[in-house]
């Protein structure tokens, strides 16, 4: 572990999260007048047991057709989302349409992965909130994961703690995602109630070419198990990757190797029927 936390911390600086530049950047006129207009909507990217190659699950990731600048990526709106405080609109819509889809996907054996941003889980009564959604949609909580990135959710653990523990006790996936960007300290990941560790697309995207990167998926991959967490690699891009992982004992992963995120009916002609 100590050897984990040294890796990361040398990853640290040159991973961070570069500046989008101004002219391209949206307003929250824009945004508000967007989320009127209906011009936000799901993709979802398909996630695959390593092992088999099937089709265990999708995670909804959040797109912005704008009417003059085309299609717009969530790097680019979520954190003045976040800090306008729009976010809250944005959950609630994510929600409607990823739990209203899985609602029709009812008889598929699949999960669905929603991101959730710190604030919103602490605004909006998560728990009570999902709970009666899915209750009225007939959607089993089991099938509905909670992702929350470790940046997040390390800046302030017992902040959220109180707020996981239910989503938890009301049966509830929730899976910490981008492993390895959040500078948490091991001993904090311990009291977490998390059930699924997602290891972020930095390393996995290096694996081959890296190989300290190697070594934090495989580190990550038996902490993950040593706290009784399955693990989800995120961004395998070749064969050579998944074979690896999947060598390493990772179960699940997504990338662009597999599937693309893609509208519900593409996903569903493709992977679901
Ligand atoms: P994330 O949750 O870590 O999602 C994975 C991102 O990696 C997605 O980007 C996905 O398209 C991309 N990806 C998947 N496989 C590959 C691959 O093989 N290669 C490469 N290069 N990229 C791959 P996307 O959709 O742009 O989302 C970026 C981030 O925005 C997400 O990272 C998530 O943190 C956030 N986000 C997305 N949707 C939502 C949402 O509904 N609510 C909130 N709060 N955040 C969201
Ligand atoms: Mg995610
Ligand atoms: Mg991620
Ligand atoms: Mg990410």
Known sequence: IDRLEQLLDKFALPRQKTVETPSIAPTESGMRRGIANHEFFLV????????TGKVIGVEALLRWQHPTRGLIHP????????????????????????????AK?????????????????????????????????EIAPEKIVIELTETALMENVSLYMDILTRLRMKRFNLSID??????????????????????????VRQLIKDEECRAVAQMSVSLAHGLNMQVV?????????????????????????????????????????
């Open 178 to 203: 981008d492993f390895g960007t959040g500078y948490s300290s091991m001993q904090q990941l311990v009291r977490v109630p998390f059930n699924e560790l997602k290891i972020d697309q930095s390393f």
């Open 233 to 273: 690699a995120e961004g395998i891009e070749d064969q050579e990757t998944f074979d690896w992982l999947k060598e390493l004992g990772c179960e699940f992963g997504q990338g662009f190797h597999m599937a693309r995120p893609a509208p519900a009916h593409e996903i569903e002609e493709l992977y679901l029927s």
């Open 75 to 102: 790097s680019l709106f979520i954190p003045l989302a976040e800090k306008s405080g729009l976010i809250n609109q944005l959950t609630e819509l994510v929600l409607e349409q990823a739990l209203g889809q899985m």
């Open 105 to 137: 996907w009812r008889d598929k054996d699949i999960t669905m992965s929603i991101n959730v941003s710190p604030t919103t889980v602490v605004d909006l009564d998560m728990p009570e909130k999902l709970d009666a959604m899915t209750a009225a949609l």
């Open 44 to 51: 979802y990217q398909p996630q695959f047991e390593l092992a």
